[in-house]
């Protein structure tokens, strides 16, 4: 293969990581929008869908059904996730809101032990395993899918802002709560809403990602975190942002795994979360310096 | 004050009795030995997130950093452990201070973040800098601590090692609390505005115990790596980091005590699930118990903020309160 074919196939190969990256992203500048938690499991809700759909997958459900299953199971879990554990807790503290996800992603790392053990598990491609190459890189199907969805939900859910009613109530939660309510808008509800629409986008990563890297209890841990640094990179509020952030740090690991060595790219993702929060606490591609500090 | 000094005493007694009464049971003097060492760990994280209300997600590289520098200056150049120990908390210090003179600047959750980025690269530089750590392999045969002569050995000798610095770190928390560098940490915790209007040089509180609980950490590193004799990154990977804010969060800040409960709870009720569970559903393996002390981290956030050390002790068993 020659230099041009490879760089070609890392850069695809980030970008199909940064599609990941940025569906997990948008439910994390969703939930941080609507209801101001930053979750730092919504890795997890990728785990879970993933997992779902295996045994979904496993039990005999058509394929389709299982994955729509498994994206519907988790938006469930998001939400008993909001009424359970973020509700009663209402009015806390960031930190606060913040540990309380954590102990979430534990949990859920923990169930997912229980009921999948420790073994990877594998799913099948969304339409055909076959790859093809293109000007000497190889590309899968399962990566095309990767990247269309991620632009297709992005989509989605500023059609879903823009043009609902939910949609609306959920943008005037963000830009004033109290004004919100006092129109009739429930914004307690709309934070329900929310962690269902971002544990549901969760699972759509999961289950994309999973027939690509395989499935098992610990893939929501790194995944999540990623996108985390993604979303910082887009400033937390911005989710067209928080995508472009996602395909920078997924092209640059590939870039760095392929050049360099794969034991790096962790940490260059997170030399790039150190390197915003200390310079551009908001975000990359902010307009205007606001306060963060 | 009288009922609290006997509760000291009733506490010193006790841990004096443990080797006494266990003489030839290992393993309870080696969970408790472990209790010690993450208990003073989690004592100096209790300082930055129970009293100075910042969260640290990842402490676990200072302990790494003390860890590696011990056992790197006792095997490779042959430092005694004690110099190798204080080298280990100037380099912790000195990291620490880096960190926090860019991070502490940001405010709430920015500092997690930032601490959990910088734990994230340092793995990455234990499991990648083979030449000082061993990489993934680990490093081998860490002498065990000594003072001159005198090599603390066996299972008691390190358990006396490890809770004489316990009780230590303790006392040095509980004084700092008192201080005036400390009531300037404790007044962080409710407002930073407030305290930075009362004249409190915030950013300067929060660097102090910053680097306080960062050299808490690093000695926990040269104990653990004297005592066990092996360590490899796996050990100081963001799940420790979340696991000691798990143990501060369990034994609570309404006394300085709380990071050492923590501690113990953590480790015996792991101990037990670990025990009792796979009896009860053979599937259970690896981190199962994750699932338990995650619903524990919920619960106690939800109900009770303030942790273990919140609820209302019988006056003989009340942890010291003198810390709030």
């Known amino acids: ?293 | 004050m009288a009922s609290r000094r006997w509760t000291i005493a009733v506490a010193v007694f006790g841990l004096v009795a443990i080797p006494f009464i266990f003489t030839d049971n290992n393993y309870v003097l080696s969970l408790m030995i472990l209790i010690g060492l993450f208990g003073l760990m989690a004592t100096g994280l209790l300082l930055l997130m129970g009293y100075a209300g910042q969260v640290s997600l990842g402490h676990a590289a200072f302990f790494g950093l003390g860890a590696y520098t011990s056992a790197y200056l006792t095997t490779r150049l042959g430092w005694s452990p004690a110099a190798a120990l204080l080298i280990g908390i100037v380099v912790s210090l000195a990291v620490a201070f880096v960190i926090g003179l860019a991070a502490l600047r940001l405010r709430e959750h920015y500092l997690a973040l930032a601490t959990l980025g910088f734990g994230v690269i340092m793995y990455t530089i234990f499991k990648n800098a083979k030449a000082i750590t061993g990489g993934l392999d680990g490093f081998f045969g860490v002498p065990p601590f000594s003072i001159g002569s005198f090599v603390f050995a066996d299972e008691r000798a390190s358990y006396a090692l490890v809770w004489g610095a316990v009780v230590l770190g303790l006392w040095f928390a509980a004084n700092v609390l008192h201080s005036r560098a400390g009531r300037a940490i404790r007044a962080l915790h409710d407002s930073e505005f407030a305290a930075e209007a009362l004249g409190v040089n915030v950013f300067r509180a929060k660097l102090d115990v910053f680097l306080l609980s960062a050299a808490y950490a690093s000695v926990a590193g040269s104990l653990y790596a004297h005592y066990v004799g092996f360590i490899n990154p796996q050990l100081f990977d963001l799940v420790t980091s979340i696991t000691l804010v798990a143990m501060v969060i369990i034994g609570g800040n309404r006394a300085i005590i709380g990071g050492v409960l923590g501690a113990g709870v953590y480790v015996v009720l792991g101990e037990g699930l670990k025990a009792v569970v796979p009896k009860l559903i053979p599937t259970a393996g690896g981190e199962f118990e994750l699932l338990f002390f995650g619903l524990l981290i919920i619960v106690i956030m939800i109900f009770k903020p303030e942790g273990l050390t919140g609820f209302r002790w019988p006056t003989a068993l009340r942890p010291g309160r003198e810390a709030r």
């Open chain 1, 1 to 293: 293969m020659d230099a041009f074919s490879q760089l070609l196939q890392l850069l695809f190969a980030g970008l199909t990581v940064g599609s990941i990256y940025a569906l997990i992203a948008l439910g994390f500048v969703l939930t941080y929008n609507v209801t101001g938690i930053l979750n730092l499991a919504q890795g997890e809700f990728a785990m879970l869908g993933a997992l779902i759909a295996v045994s979904l997958v496993a039990s005999g459900i058509p394929y389709g059904l299982a994955l729509v299953g498994a994206i519907a199971a988790v938006s469930l879990i998001g939400g008993l996730f909001e009424r359970l554990a973020l509700a009663p807790a209402r009015g806390a503290s960031t930190a606060t809101y913040l540990l309380i996800t954590i102990g979430f992603s534990f949990a859920m790392r923990g169930l997912a032990i229980f009921v999948w053990g420790t073994q990877p598990y594998a799913l099948p491609p969304f339409t055909s395993d076959r790859s093809f190459s293109l000007l000497g890189a190889v590309i899968q199907t399962q990566s095309l899918w990767a990247v269309a969805l991620s632009v297709l939900a992005f989509g989605a859910l500023e059609g879903a802002f823009n043009r609902t009613y939910a949609g609306k109530a959920m943008q005037a939660c963000v830009i004033n709560p109290v004004a919100a309510r006092l129109v009739g808008i429930d914004p307690k509800r709309m934070a329900l809403y929310t962690l269902a629409a971002s544990a549901g986008l969760g699972a759509l990563a999961g289950v994309t990602v999973a027939p690509i890297s395989g499935a098992s209890y610990g893939m929501g841990l790194m995944l999540g975190l990623k996108a985390f640094v993604a979303a910082v990179i887009g400033g937390l509020t911005n989710a067209p942002a928080a995508i472009a952030g996602a395909y920078l740090i997924g092209i640059t690991e590939a870039l760095v795994e392929g050049y360099l060595s794969s034991s790096y790219k962790d940490a260059v993702s997170f030399l790039f979360l150190l390197i915003i929060l200390l310079y551009r606490p908001t975000g990359l591609f902010a307009r205007a310096e606001g306060k963060r500090v």
